[in-house]
C-alpha cells in the first residue's frame, strides 16, 4: 500500500461523515446513500485541492452503481473530452500566434513619406545604379527591412537616417537644378 492509498483510507475515516458501502445485493435508497455520499465527499476533496482522492471517490461511487464496464466507459469519454480540449485549445494558441505574426508584420511594415514609394513604382524602367549593374535584389533587401529609400530624383539607393543630407548635398539631379 503506497501513500496516496493510506490517505484515501484517513481521508474516507474521517468523522465528518463516515463513508461505509451498502450490503452487496442492495440496490435501493442505501446504495443511493452511499453514492450521494460519496459525490459529497468528492466534492470536499475537490475543495480540499486533492483531486486524486476525489477521483477515487467518483469511482467508487461508479463501480457501485455500474460495476467496472461503467467505470472503464466513464474514463474513456473523460480521456476523450480532454484529448478534444487539448486539440482544440492547440488549435486556438495557433490561431492566436498567427494573428500575433500578423500584428507584428503590420507594425514591421514601414510607413512611406511623401517622398517614398516602394521600389516596384519607383525602378520600374531599371535606372538605378544597382539595377544597371545586375545587383537589384541588393535594393530589395535594404529597402525592405525599411533602413532604405529609393530617390526620386536619382533613383539611388539611400540610407534613410541620411535622407536630408541626400537631398541637400548628395542627389546628383537636384545638385544640377539648384
Avoid at 466507459?73 to 487539448?86: D, G, I
Wanted: hydrophobic letters at 40%.
Amino acid at each position: 500500500m503506497d501513500g496516496t492509498d493510506s490517505d484515501m483510507i484517513e481521508v474516507e475515516s474521517s468523522p465528518a461523515q463516515p463513508v461505509r458501502p451498502p450490503p452487496s445485493s442492495s440496490s435501493g435508497p442505501d446504495q443511493d446513500e452511499f453514492v450521494r455520499n460519496l459525490l459529497a465527499m468528492a466534492r470536499r476533496l475537490i475543495g480540499q485541492n486533492e483531486p486524486s482522492q476525489a477521483l477515487h471517490a467518483v469511482v467508487m461511487a461508479i463501480r457501485s452503481r455500474g460495476g467496472d464496464e461503467a467505470v472503464h466507459q466513464l474514463l474513456s469519454r473523460a480521456r476523450e473530452l480532454y484529448t478534444n480540449k487539448v486539440q482544440a485549445s492547440a488549435a486556438a494558441d495557433q490561431l492566436a500566434s498567427l494573428f500575433s505574426e500578423f500584428a507584428i508584420a503590420e507594425v514591421a511594415t514601414p510607413k512611406y513619406d511623401n517622398g517614398d514609394q516602394p521600389i516596384a513604382e519607383i525602378d520600374k524602367s531599371g535606372t538605378s545604379i544597382l539595377s544597371e549593374t545586375g545587383r537589384k535584389q541588393v535594393m530589395v533587401d535594404a529597402f525592405s527591412d525599411g533602413s532604405s529609400f529609393v530617390c526620386y530624383q536619382c533613383g539611388g539607393l539611400v540610407s534613410t537616417l541620411r535622407k536630408d543630407e541626400h537631398y541637400s548635398f548628395w542627389c546628383v539631379v537636384l545638385l544640377f537644378i539648384h
